[in-house]
């Protein structure tokens, strides 16, 4: 399997993404999702009783300056998380990639070569692609940061806030208040698709109604085109809910504001949001937006966090450095059972989940995740929790 692995990662080269990003950057769609089927013993034997070492790649290096301060942030978070554990020792190693894919994964192999029994990091898709081929060839698993689902798979897990989640758990929420004649409105561009692709998928599962998709070319014009088209879809479908793959600050504001102007009342239809709308805060004062609802971690797990980074460190934490706090969390839940195979691909993929930074969340089979989820909702230019996150999964997971 891992060899086939291997040649299938060389065969499908990935643009990088940013985890940063909560809109996906360009890249091939072809999903490598459901790789992981026969994999629930693979990962290296360890030694709980003793040190277990742990190679965390960060994109120390990079001729950014902002990628030099993201590897600190990470750094610091992996090491708050050590921390905290208790009966286990971490042997943390880190590895700077310079942001590159080639780099990245040479460092992985000297980093297997070092004895890490799994790695965590890195950054950007590429180079957690070009890491997974390495990994592999030692029977080691990877927790990337990149919410790339792209690359997911076998050996390869992404930490990152993923569409799927969002849309999921919005629907899901939509559905159960009667909002079930859903109109999905997204760019042409990948994200865009991908994105869609999220939401229709979610409405299958949900038995909600896809009352009709509208694209538009992600341009003021295009944006301006799209709002009559839908209107029409809305309309003749009777819809009761918009899903919007926008965000604030490509697209979000001008669809808030036009799409009311021509009578897609969001007090008859509900406005979805698959990116965060508190993220500038300003967007929060468009009238468009008021009763709309979008999704946020566990506002409670994400200001502990932050409190404790800053106590540890005198500064705000980077947005995705609790990534790294999360894969320190999960390598630390399963180390102390003291299994030998704690971090196979079985283990790792465990239904219960862990607790991160930001709340829960699991590993899936398929090398993707599932985050436990707040609804958010704004009223008088403010976020409003209406449905909280869920504090622990039910079912096993897949």
């Known amino acids: 399997m891992f060899a086939f692995l291997k040649t299938l990662r060389k065969a499908t080269r990935r643009a990088f993404l940013p985890v940063a990003m909560l809109a996906l950057a360009a890249c091939d769609p072809a999903a490598l999702g459901g790789l992981g089927g026969g994999l629930g013993n693979s990962g290296p034997k360890i030694d709980a009783s003793k040190p277990i070492p742990v190679a965390l790649l960060v994109p120390r290096g990079s001729a950014q300056a902002s990628d030099n301060l993201l590897a600190t942030n990470l750094e610091n978070a992996a090491r708050l998380a050590i921390r905290d554990l208790s009966g286990v020792q971490i042997d943390l190693r880190v590895y700077g990639t310079a942001g590159n894919a080639q780099t990245a994964a040479s460092q992985a192999a000297l980093a297997i070569n070092d004895g890490a029994n799994i790695i965590i990091g890195p950054l950007f898709a590429e180079a957690a692609n070009a890491v997974g081929v390495v990994a592999a060839e030692q029977g080691v698993n990877v927790l990337a ?28 929420h939509a559905a159960s208040q009667g909002r ?13 698709q991908l994105g869609r692709n999220a939401i229709t998928q979610a409405i299958a599962r949900s038995g909600a109604t896809l009352a009709g998709t509208v694209d538009y070319p992600l341009s003021q014009e295009g944006l301006l085109a799209a709002v009559p088209n839908v209107k029409a879809a809305v309309d003749s479908a009777g819809a009761n809910g918009v899903f919007l793959t926008a965000s604030p600050a490509a697209g979000l504001p001008l669809l808030a504001q036009l799409l009311p102007e021509a009578g897609v009342s969001p007090s008859t239809t509900q406005y979805l949001g698959l990116t965060r709308w508190d993220i500038p805060a300003q967007t929060l004062q468009l009238p468009g937006l008021q009763g709309g609802l979008f999704t ?5 797990a994400s200001s502990a966090f932050r409190s404790k980074y800053e106590a540890a460190y005198g500064s705000a934490p980077h947005p995705i450095a609790g990534l790294a706090f999360d894969g320190i969390a999960a390598v630390g839940a399963l180390v102390s059972r003291g299994k030998a195979n704690a971090l196979s691909h079985g283990s790792l993929t465990q239904g219960s989940g862990f607790q991160g930074a930001t ?7 398929d090398g993707t995740n599932e985050r436990g989820l707040a609804v958010a909702t704004v009223r008088n230019n ?6 909280p996150a869920p504090r622990g999964f039910g079912g096993a997971g897949s």
């Open 382 to 387: 403010q976020v409003n929790i209406i449905s």
């Open 296 to 300: 946020l971690p566990d506002p409670g």
């Open 180 to 192: 079930d004649k859903i109109v999905v409105v997204h760019a042409r561009d990948v994200a865009g």
């Open 359 to 365: 709340g829960i969340f699991r590993l899936r089979a």
């Open 145 to 172: 940061f990149s919410n790339n689902t792209t690359i997911a798979g076998g050996n390869v897990f992404v930490l990152g806030a993923t569409f799927d989640n969002t849309a999921n758990r919005l629907v899901s």
